[in-house]
């Protein structure tokens, strides 16, 4: 643990922030990188995302056909790591791409970030706000993005402790294992409820909506594709099961990845007063962390491993960022900005030991507003 | 309802739209749940840089009326792009259509159709619209045409001369030069075959012009010695936006009908701060905001509430569609005539406007 906590310390020298005048001219130099890379989109773009929407349509149906043979382990077992690549990849660079508006330019129906829907329990809907919106525009400004943490654990030293805490491990294993349940829940502020801020109904109208999209999914992979393989039911049912934990498990750790490996910053809210561009982008940089890897790992994190790249330019296609990270580091190097990348070993530890340093107490860091 | 129409209606929660498209078309290139597609099965050249392209559509297509328009999408570049194109012949009796293209230097849906397209390639087709059409009785008609705006007089003339006239009707028919006139071959047969139909035809850069083709722009003593009963004629006249209006001041209260139809888009206005008519075509309101101001700001100003999150064009809550106009994008100044999902925030008017809110 002294490793980690070295590099806690190395990093308030890695964060000196550029002034003013070099943040403009940084911004500036990003703008023009999403000009260069806007005006290239075009066919190559259009080919690629139809060829993700392909192979979650190939691996789905090949992943559920092969899981009513499940009473034949082999079968069942690559059934079930087909269904859940296939969710995977809709989710990922699919859903969460397309729900960005990253293909909005193709003026495609079927891939229009406003409309588009994923196999996942929570609504696009409900995804648009606390994702698109309070979690892009407020990364990592404590009190704002509801991503920290997602309200259950404590992940810096920043936040206060509580007793609550000391579970977190446990917690924290909960909810991978459950990550599209708590994703979807987070919008709906039990927490109002349990303090009579809200009222039973007012609960219970704004959880319709994923009521209903969590239903159909139950329905969908609990009741219908076990009933349609008959005797086979139960194969088909745990397959199921298991290729949605899959899914949960994956999603959860490149998303904790992307924000809490060791040396991200969190933010006050009073870096929101007059942020210029520049300042912005630093801000997005300095909360988010990539990861280095081959490009099948792009592929199944939806890209997210390049997860600045995606904090810059949420509305570009997320199969770019390769291209574009290499100049965003070229950039960030000239500016002395701290470029934070790492393998996926590496960046996970970092998070497990947050999770596990930060369930025990720690001295209460309040945030620098210069960070 | 037929059967297959109730049962569609009975499974559509089921369906996925996008997913049932997807494996429908490993079947057919043109199967769709809800989008009538058509297929590209003939193409021939009629003039210089143009083709007509006939198309095969899905039983999607509910048809269309000679005269009538149909907006044709397809994907140029990765992108989808919409412009109107009307048939240039009856409905044929087994479904296809026949649309002619005059490709427009520096086109991108006209340069696409007229020299990339292929057949077998797949394009979308919009439901018909236009009121020029034929009404049930005889009239005494003048139809007036330059470039492409032949084509949809082409799909009534065919239409009109599938029996004999029983009155008389004649076409002027602009064109730059003798090598950009479309359907010669077919209007010569028809004035054989019906005396009571008189086609002229009028060249304006033609060097070498025939003795029974006329030259210059369109003028009242032309249109007089042509047409000298005009009075009685219903017109119908169709070319570009310039044409159209010389063609409307010089005719429209001097016959007995007048309707026009301009294929090119009026120029834009660009003055910032000048004043466009919004229709917000979901909620069927109107309402006047100045150009240059992004939209959520000017829609907020007129007391209306879209959706927003960040205000800064990242999260895309206030992104709706654009069905109709130009729009500027106030981080870089570029502007976008296509119809397509625009960022309220991050983007202002620079002509009138349709949104879909
Ligand atoms: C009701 C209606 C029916 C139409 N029917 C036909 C038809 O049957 N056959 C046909 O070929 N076209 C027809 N058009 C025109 C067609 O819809 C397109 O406007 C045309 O093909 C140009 O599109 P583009 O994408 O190639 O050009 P764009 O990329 O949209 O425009 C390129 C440039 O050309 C200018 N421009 C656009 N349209 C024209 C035009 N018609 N003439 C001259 N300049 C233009 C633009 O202002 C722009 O500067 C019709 C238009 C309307 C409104
Ligand atoms: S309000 Fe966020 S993109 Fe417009």
Redesign the interface.
């Known amino acids: 643990m002294t490793s980690s906590m070295t590099s806690v310390l190395k990093n308030s020298g890695k964060t000196n922030r550029p002034n003013d005048t070099q943040l403009a001219a940084f911004g500036a130099e990003l703008d023009a990188l999403r ?1 260069r890379t806007l005006t290239d ?7 690629y995302i139809r060829r993700i ?2 192979a979650v ?1 190939y691996t789905e149906v090949i992943g559920r056909g092969l899981l009513f043979f499940g009473l034949f382990p082999p079968a069942w077992i690559v059934g079930t790591l087909l269904l859940g690549i296939s969710k995977i990849l809709d989710n990922m660079e699919l859903g969460h791409n397309v ?3 990253q293909y ?5 129906p ?1 891939l ?3 409309t588009f ?1 994923w196999d996942i329990v929570g609504t696009a809907d409900h995804w ?2 606390t994702h ?3 979690h ?2 407020y990364t990592n400004i404590k009190g704002m993005d509801e991503d920290i943490g997602y309200g259950v654990l404590r992940l810096f030293p920043e936040q206060r402790w509580r007793p609550f805490f000391i579970g977190q491990p446990i917690y924290a294993l909960i909810f991978a294992l459950l990550f599209q349940w708590g994703v979807a829940i987070q919008d709906l502020r039990f927490g109002q409820y349990f303090k009579g801020k809200k009222t039973g109904k007012e609960m219970l109208e704004e959880m319709k909506p994923f009521l209903k999209k969590s239903r159909r999914q139950l329905i969908k992979d609990y009741v219908i594709f076990p009933l349609i393989a008959g005797p086979f039911f139960l194969p088909v049912f745990l397959g199921n099961l298991a290729a949605n934990g899959i899914r949960n498990l994956w999603t959860y750790m490149i998303i904790f990845c992307g924000h809490f490996t060791a040396d991200v910053e969190l933010f006050p809210k009073s870096v929101l007063r007059n942020e210029s561009r520049g300042q912005w982008y630093y801000r997005q940089i300095r909360g988010s962390s990539n990861l280095t890897g081959s490009k099948l790992l792009h592929i199944m994190s939806g890209n997210l491993s390049h997860q600045i790249e995606h904090h810059l330019f ?2 570009i296609p997320a199969h770019r960022y390769e291209e574009m990270s290499r100049e965003v580091r070229a950039i960030c190097q000239r500016y002395g900005v701290h470029y934070n990348r790492g393998p996926l070993i590496k960046q996970f530890s970092q998070v497990i030991w947050r999770i596990l340093r930060y369930s025990l107490p720690s001295k209460y860091v309040p945030i620098k507003a210069s960070a | 309802m037929t059967a297959s129409q109730t049962l569609k209606r009975l499974v559509a929660p089921l369906v996925d739209p996008a997913v049932y498209d997807f494996w429908a078309q490993k079947v057919h290139p043109t199967l769709s749940w809800d989008r009538c597609l058509a297929r590209v099965v003939e193409r021939h050249v009629e003039a210089r840089d143009t083709v007509s392209l006939t198309l095969k559509p899905n039983g999607l297509f509910t048809g269309f009326q000679p005269g009538q328009h149909l907006n044709v999408t397809v994907e140029v570049n990765g992108v989808r792009l919409t412009r109107s194109y009307s048939p240039s012949d009856s409905l044929h009796k087994d479904g296809r259509i026949r649309l002619t293209i005059k490709a427009i230097a520096q086109g991108k849906v006209s340069q696409h159709l007229v020299h990339s397209c292929q057949i077998g390639d797949v394009v979308e087709l919009g439901s018909a619209y236009g009121d020029m059409t034929l009404p049930e009785e005889p009239h005494a008609w003048l139809f007036v045409a330059a470039g492409s705006g032949i084509t949809p007089i082409m799909s009534l003339l065919n239409t009109l001369t599938q029996k004999p006239l029983q009155q008389p009707a004649s076409l002027i028919y602009w064109a730059r030069t003798r090598a950009d006139l479309c359907f010669s071959e077919a209007l010569h047969k028809m004035t054989e075959n019906d005396p009571l139909l008189k086609v002229h035809t009028v060249l304006t850069r033609e060097p070498n012009r025939l003795e029974n083709e006329l030259d210059g722009h369109p003028r009242e003593s032309l249109f007089r010695n042509l047409v000298p009963d005009l009075e009685r004629r219903r017109i119908y006249a169709c070319g570009p936006h310039g044409f159209v209006q010389s063609v409307e001041s010089l005719l429209a209260d001097k016959a007995a009908l007048f309707q026009a139809e301009a294929f090119s888009p009026s120029p834009v206005v660009t003055t910032a701060g000048a004043p466009v008519n919004l229709f917000l075509s979901k909620s069927n309101i109107s309402v006047q905001i100045p150009s240059g101001v992004p939209l959520l700001e000017a829609l907020e100003a007129e007391g209306l509430k879209p959706a927003y999150g960040c205000r800064m064009g990242i999260c895309n809550t206030c992104s709706c569609q654009k069905q109709l106009g130009t729009t500027t994008d106030t981080r870089n100044g570029n502007t976008f005539s296509e119809p397509g999902a625009v960022r309220l925030c991050i983007n202002s008017a620079n002509s009138d406007l349709t949104l879909e809110l």
């Open positions: 000009e989109l075009g066919e190559r773009d259009a080919r929407y392909a349509r729900i960005h508006g909005d330019w193709m003026n495609d079927h229009s970030g406003k829907e648009r706000k698109n919106y309070s892009h525009t949420p509305d």
